[in-house]
Nanobody, 127 residues
Framework: QLQLVESGGDLVQPGGSLRLSCALSGFTSDYYAIGWFRQAPEKGLEGVSCLNMNDFTTYYPDSVKDRFIVSTESAKRTVYLQMNNPNPEDTGLYYC????????????????????WGRGTLVNVST
């Protein structure tokens, strides 16, 4: 059973930084991608990054490009989302997730088809 557990959500000031973590278990292959999605108040789910675990290629939408960085460590047990220079529009519940059997998930980072989700971690960007 694939499991994803997020942590690191907190109150952060605009212009600060915050790192979220997603602990993975049950993943026995390198050919999958992990995505970070967020649910802002009164908005739909938005993909904010995806990381292909076999070649470490990434996806970012324009809204977070050059501010957010997705990465993993050598054992590939945790995926991180480094949030730099956040603004109030980045406030929301952040989930890590995977569409495990979709080889294109990491390229397009779409929420449709995602079949494994963590429970989320709350990020509040505010003074």
């Amino acid at each position: 059973q694939l499991q994803l557990v997020e942590s690191g959500g907190d109150l952060v000031q605009p212009g600060g930084s915050l790192r979220l973590s997603c602990a993975l278990s049950g993943f026995t292959s390198d050919y999958y991608a992990i995505g970070w999605f967020r649910q802002a108040p009164e908005k739909g789910l938005e993909g904010v990054s995806c990381l292909n675990m076999n070649d470490f290629t990434t996806y970012y939408p324009d809204s977070v490009k050059d501010r957010f960085i997705v990465s993993t460590e050598s054992a590939k047990r945790t995926v991180y989302l480094q949030m730099n220079n956040p603004n109030p529009e980045d406030t929301g519940l952040y989930y890590c997730a995977t569409d495990f059997f979709n080889p294109d998930f990491g390229t397009h980072c779409l929420v449709v088809g995602v079949d494994y989700w963590g429970r989320g971690t709350l990020v509040n960007v505010s003074t």
